[in-house]
């Protein structure tokens, strides 16, 4: 029987790309019971290729070893990069789990927020989809004896270089290859409690209209 290999893979660092469906603030409920961190991003052909080029060997190994191990040929699932258009759309999710470390104390993993320059972000500001970021994340191998082999982008952290103030739009084609970093979003803009008393406000005039 093959030895599998338990060595953590080295995380990647994302080039700065817009922010889809974000869920980073808190985790959600609505498909995992336990909460889910996830966020994609958006990212240039050539920036999403480099990321292709080291995570598919991870894959490639992966295959390899569970070949060995079963003594038959294993199939590989879709990596969590793939081409839209003309842009890569790469997904990642985190759950925040529960566990023990060595020494019996208990820890919660959580998700790092970060703003332009480093600072811890304050979670009460909503990271909206639209909003320009970087993306922090480690491959992560699975097998499954229908889909076969796979990999997983799981979410370590975000830096927030620019906030969206609204829903993804044309803020998404804008930063295409967006690289600046100076002069990039501080904490201070919009809260959490402010964004979804301008949803309802916006709901509510909607029905008014009708």
């Not at 009460?124 to 989809?129: K, L, T």
């Amino acid at each position: 029987m093959a030895i599998k290999s338990r060595q953590r893979e080295e995380a990647i660092t994302t080039a700065i790309g817009t922010a889809q469906y974000p869920w980073v603030n808190t985790p959600s409920t609505k498909f995992v019971p336990e909460g889910e961190y996830s966020c994609n991003i958006i990212l240039t052909k050539q920036e999403g290729e480099a990321i292709i080029k080291k995570v598919e060997p991870i894959l490639e190994k992966k295959q390899k070893e569970q070949a060995e191990e079963s003594g038959k040929k294993v199939k590989t699932y879709e990596l969590p990069i793939q081409l839209e258009g003309d842009t890569y759309v790469l997904k990642s999710k985190l759950k925040p789990v529960n566990g023990k470390r060595k020494d019996g104390s208990e820890y919660t993993r959580s998700l790092g927020l970060f703003d332009s320059k480093g600072n811890p972000w304050d979670k009460a500001v909503m990271i909206r989809g639209g909003s320009k970021v970087r993306l922090n994340v480690r491959p992560k191998t699975w097998f499954s004896p229908l889909l076969g082999v796979g990999v997983s982008l799981e979410l370590l952290a975000v830096q927030v270089i620019e906030l969206a103030d609204g829903e993804l739009s044309s803020q998404a084609a804008e930063s295409f290859g967006f690289t600046e970093v100076e002069g990039g979003y501080v904490n201070g803009g919009e809260t959490l409690d402010q964004a979804l008393d301008a949803e309802e406000e916006e709901e509510d005039i909607i029905k008014a209209d009708f």
